[in-house]
């Protein structure tokens, strides 16, 4: 589920908020600044007219909904949104590993040791009862 076409598929059902998974290396980022400068664009600001061109150009829209369908900007290009490591990155997977393994065995002391704490108060509280008593619930 964390490949680049589920990516795909959440921009296009949730656009404002998920981007789009471009391709690693397809794209080069670039602020919106230096897009301006690339553009020679003084301003990004849109006139009250050309801003209802675009309402009445929107309003007489023609496409039928499967040229829309057909219009969305899909790749079948896929990968793993993870990454692969590097051979650089090795020494810090083994210790990523260690770290993990250490981890692991804390969570398993501190759910074992109120168990056996349990358990022995158990055993002690039945030797003081004595072996024929019995306690109804």
Same mark, same amino acid.
């Given at each position: 589920?964390?490949?680049?076409?589920?990516?795909?598929?959440? /921009?296009?059902?949730?656009?404002?908020?998920?981007?789009?998974? /471009?391709?690693?290396?397809?794209?080069?980022?670039?602020?919106?600044?230096?897009?301006?400068?690339?553009?020679?664009?003084?301003?990004?600001?849109?006139?009250?007219?050309?801003?209802?061109?675009?309402?009445?150009?929107?309003?007489?829209?023609?496409?039928?909904?499967? +040229?829309?369908?057909?219009?969305?900007?899909?790749?079948?290009?896929?990968?793993?949104?993870?990454?692969?490591?590097?051979?650089?990155?090795?020494?810090?997977?083994?210790?990523?590993?260690?770290?993990?393994?250490?981890? +692991?065995?804390?969570?398993? +002391?501190?759910?074992?040791?109120?168990?056996?704490?349990?358990?022995?108060? +158990?055993?002690?509280?039945?030797?003081?009862?004595?072996?024929?008593?019995?306690?109804?619930?």
């Amino acid at each position: 589920m964390h490949g680049r076409l589920f990516a795909q598929w959440m /921009h296009h059902a949730y656009p404002r908020e998920c981007s789009f998974p /471009h391709i690693i290396g397809a794209s080069n980022r670039i602020s919106p600044g230096e897009w301006m400068d690339v553009m020679d664009i003084d301003s990004a600001e849109a006139s009250e007219q050309e801003m209802s061109l675009l309402v009445k150009a929107d309003d007489l829209d023609t496409m039928t909904p499967e +040229a829309k369908a057909e219009a969305l900007p899909w790749t079948m290009a896929e990968e793993l949104l993870a990454g692969q490591l590097s051979a650089e990155n090795a020494d810090t997977s083994s210790s990523m590993r260690a770290l993990r393994f250490a981890l +692991a065995m804390l969570v398993l +002391a501190s759910m074992v040791a109120p168990m056996a704490r349990s358990s022995l108060s +158990a055993k002690l509280s039945q030797k003081e009862r004595g072996p024929g008593t019995r306690y109804l619930v």
